[in-house]
Structure formats: C-alpha cells, structure tokens
C-alpha cells in the first residue's frame, strides 16, 4: 500500500469517529432535552415555585382543576406554547423566575405576590390576546363547540365576540385565579367586555 493511501485511510477514520462522535453526543443531548423539557411540563414543576405563590389553592377545585369527565387543563396547558419554537423561546424567557426566585425573591410572601399580581396578570393577557388565546383553542375549538348545547347567554355573547373580534381571554380571565387589582381586559384593550363568570 502506498503512502498515499494509508493517510487516506487514517483520515477516514478520523471523520468517521468524529461523525460517530457527533451523534452519539447529538443523541444524548436530545435525550436530557426531552427529560428536561418533559418534567418542566409537569404540573408538579409549576407548583414547586407556586405554591407559595397562591395561584396553586386558587387554581384547585376550579372547572379545570375538577370536574365531571375529570379532563384537566394543568398549568402548563394554559401558560406555555405548544409549538417548538414559541415553546423553547417560552422556556428561555420564563428562566427570569429563577432569578426572581433565588436571587431578588418577588413572589416569596403573600404582600410581594399581592403587590406584584396586577403586573403579572397583564403579562398573560396581553400574550393571550396577542396570540387569540391560542392555549385556550388547544383545547376549546371554536368550531367544533356545539352552540345549541351552549347556555342561550353564552350563544349570544360568542355570537356577538366573533362579530367584534373579541377573543375568549377578554371575556373570560380570572377563570383560574382571583381577579387582580388594577386594570382587567377590558380597560386594557379598550373594549365593554366583562367576565362572565
Ligand atoms: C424556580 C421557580 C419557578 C418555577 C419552577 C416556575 N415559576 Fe412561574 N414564576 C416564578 C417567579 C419568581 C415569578 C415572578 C416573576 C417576576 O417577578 O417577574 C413567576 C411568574 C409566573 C407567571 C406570571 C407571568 C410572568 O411572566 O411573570 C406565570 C404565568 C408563571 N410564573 C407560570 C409558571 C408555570 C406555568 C410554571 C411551570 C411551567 C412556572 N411558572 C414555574 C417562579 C417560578
Ligand atoms: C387542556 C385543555 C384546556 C385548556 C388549555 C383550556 N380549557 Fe377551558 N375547559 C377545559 C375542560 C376539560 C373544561 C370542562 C368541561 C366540562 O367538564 O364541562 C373547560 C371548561 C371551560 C369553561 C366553562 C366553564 C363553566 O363553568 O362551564 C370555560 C369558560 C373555559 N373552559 C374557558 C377557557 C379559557 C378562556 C382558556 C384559556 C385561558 C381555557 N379554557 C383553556 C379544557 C381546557
Ligand atoms: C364576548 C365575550 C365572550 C367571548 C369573546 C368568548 N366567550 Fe365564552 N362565554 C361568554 C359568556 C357570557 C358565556 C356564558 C357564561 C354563563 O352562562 O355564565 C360563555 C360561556 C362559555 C363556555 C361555557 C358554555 C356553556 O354553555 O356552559 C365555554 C366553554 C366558553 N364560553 C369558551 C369560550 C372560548 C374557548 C372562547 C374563545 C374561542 C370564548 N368562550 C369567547 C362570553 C364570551
Ligand atoms: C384555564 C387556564 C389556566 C390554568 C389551568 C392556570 N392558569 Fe395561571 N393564569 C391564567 C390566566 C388567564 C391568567 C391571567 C390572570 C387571570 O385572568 O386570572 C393567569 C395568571 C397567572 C399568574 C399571574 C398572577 C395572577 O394570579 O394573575 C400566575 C403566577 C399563574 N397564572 C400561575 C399558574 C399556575 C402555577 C398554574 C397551575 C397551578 C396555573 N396558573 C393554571 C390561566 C390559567
């Protein structure tokens, strides 16, 4: 064999431990990634920091907690994405509450979660009426909703939502938590909705 040749080789082999390498490593990355990203869906995950922070009790024996089928909306099913890039981008924003956890605690006591729940509460609303409530129809399509089946209240109001364009968080927040202090969604968007719980 030639010089040549056996450099060949050795290169080849090089590339392929390297590509064997690359996947092996890619693989276990993808691995932990679902691990983290599976228990970080998890309504225990959620409820290890909120628990403290009341929305946890307030959430308990709601519609979406409990009820006669027993099919649930946790946690996550209102408050992340579902889609992979809005998800991750989700993940790497809510990374702000460990500071706000460990580091300059903003929620620790019940005064701090009162103040600062008003703030909060816009938060979701203004994600939840940027995105036409788009957690809320995961589970809520619109157009598979038999509207006989409704109350005649709630046929009139979807009627008359759809016709201004309102989307459901503008008529139904505070469904899962006390209602805040402070501005709701109507003076925030500027509309004569009101809650209908
Ligand atoms: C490490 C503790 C921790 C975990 C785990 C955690 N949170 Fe939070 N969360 C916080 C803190 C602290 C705040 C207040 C942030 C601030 O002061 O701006 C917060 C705020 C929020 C808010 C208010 C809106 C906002 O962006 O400020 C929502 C909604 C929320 N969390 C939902 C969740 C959900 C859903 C989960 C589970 C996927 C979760 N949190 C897991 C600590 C945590
Ligand atoms: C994971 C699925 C899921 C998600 C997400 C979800 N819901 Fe629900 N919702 C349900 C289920 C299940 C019920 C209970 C149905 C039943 O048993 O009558 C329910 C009930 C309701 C009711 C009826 C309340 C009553 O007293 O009859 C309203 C209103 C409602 N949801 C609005 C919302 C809104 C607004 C959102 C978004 C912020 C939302 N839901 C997100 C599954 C979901
Ligand atoms: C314009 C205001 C408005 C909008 C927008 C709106 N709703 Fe409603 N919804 C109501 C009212 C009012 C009721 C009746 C409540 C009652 O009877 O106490 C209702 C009732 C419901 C019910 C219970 C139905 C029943 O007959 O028990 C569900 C579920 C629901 N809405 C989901 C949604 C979802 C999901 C959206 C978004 C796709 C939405 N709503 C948008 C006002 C609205
Ligand atoms: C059915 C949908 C739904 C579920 C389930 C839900 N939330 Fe919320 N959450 C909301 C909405 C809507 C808001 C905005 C304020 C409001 O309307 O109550 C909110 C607001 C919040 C806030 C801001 C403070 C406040 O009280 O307004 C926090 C923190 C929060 N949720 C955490 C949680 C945690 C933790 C869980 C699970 C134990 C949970 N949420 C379950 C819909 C939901």
């Not at 139904?172 to 909705?193: M, R, S, V, Y």
């Amino acid at each position: 064999m030639t010089e040549m040749l056996k450099k060949m080789r050795q290169r080849w082999k090089l590339v392929l431990g390297l590509a064997v390498g690359l996947l092996i490593f890619s693989v276990s990355v993808g691995i932990s990634g679902a691990y983290v990203l599976a228990y970080t869906s998890t309504e225990e995950f959620c409820v290890s920091c909120h628990e403290m922070s009341y929305n946890y009790a307030e959430y308990k024996g709601t519609i979406h907690d409990t009820n006669r089928t027993g099919v649930r909306a946790i946690c996550t099913n209102c408050h992340v994405p579902h889609e992979p890039g809005p998800l991750l981008w989700a993940k790497i924003k809510a990374s702000k509450d460990v500071y706000y956890t460990y580091i300059s605690p903003s929620i620790d006591t019940k005064e701090k979660f009162e103040a600062k729940r008003s703030v909060m509460a816009q938060r979701v609303w203004l994600q939840m009426k940027e995105s036409d409530s788009h957690q809320c129809r995961s589970c809520h399509r619109a157009d598979k909703m038999s509207v006989d089946l409704q109350s005649a209240k709630a046929q009139v109001r979807h009627a008359k939502g759809k016709a201004e364009g309102k989307t459901c968080i503008e008529c139904h927040f505070a469904i899962a938590h006390k209602e805040p202090d402070g501005p709701g969604p109507a003076e925030l968007f500027g509309n004569t909705a009101t809650n209908s719980q």
